[in-house]
């Protein structure tokens, strides 16, 4: 696996680099970990959700708050204060792959595993579906299987989209409130608020208020096999193009590309 530390962009194009990246897996690329931010804070919606009916756009407009469907499925949520990620794979790959379910499995307990080395008491979910639909198009109001609590509240919450060989997995780990102003731009207003306040937790009592993504990455990457590499920033770009390398493997041997093993020496 790579893990690509990824910077902070807005989210039309955290969602065009994690359809790239799908497409690569879709071509037979190993599997990559995409970590990243939003810059400007934004909205995404699930694939299936239509926006003229979740979001009020012309606030968005006036607000200056952009916003983008993703490619995998879920409910919306305001990129405010947060670590997000997106996980793609060939769904024939041996460790990443696999079932919708396992993969959904697999990717949980790493995240789980990573915050309670960063402190934080995460655990799996006992889903509690919401049944007020004021509140099916918020992605906080409501956990389900496989996905990650605090304190028993939702923490994290994720998405999947599968093609015929490979897997999309999208991701936001709660660092603030930020989530809430969700309430502002859609439909649900002060009920969405006050239900996305109760069902969901932050981190932010273990992690501080405004925790560097390179945390999150030194901790997934030492949960992981020993032979992951990672890639720092913009030296990551050629993971997008991978019809220019055939594969990732020409690229990472580019002595500009900094990798777990160069970090290391160099420390």
Known sequence: MIVWLDG???????????????????????????????????ITLGA??????????????????PWAVRPTGGRAI??????????????DHPDWGGTQSGAYD????????????????????????????????????ATTRHEVTVQGAKLVGSAQRRTQRALLQQGSVLLGDGHLRLADYTKGGDSLRKA??????????????????????DALVAELPADT?????????????????????????????VTTSSLEEAS
């Open 8 to 42: 902070a962009h807005d989210p039309s194009e955290n969602m065009r680099r994690d359809r790239a990246l799908l497409a690569d897996a879709e071509a037979g690329a190993e599997p990559v970990l995409r970590l990243f931010g939003f810059a400007p804070f934004g």
């Open 48 to 65: 299936s959700q239509v926006p003229e009916r979740v979001l009020d756009l012309e606030r968005c407009v006036s607000d200056g708050v």
């Open 78 to 91: 305001f990129h405010a204060q947060e670590w997000t990620y997106a996980l793609a794979a060939a769904i």
């Open 106 to 141: 697999r990717m949980s307990h790493l995240i789980v595993r990573s915050l309670r080395r960063l402190g934080v008491p995460a655990e799996l979910a006992r889903p509690a579906r919401s049944t007020e639909p004021s509140l099916a198009d918020a992605c906080f109001a």
């Open 196 to 217: 996305l306040r109760r069902r969901s937790a932050t981190a932010a009592a273990w992690l501080g208020a405004h925790p560097a993504l390179g945390r999150w990455a």
């Open 229 to 257: 590499r990672r890639v720092e920033g913009t030296r990551g770009a050629f993971l997008l193009t991978l019809e220019k390398h055939g594969s990732y493997t020409a690229a990472l041997t580019n002595p500009n590309v």
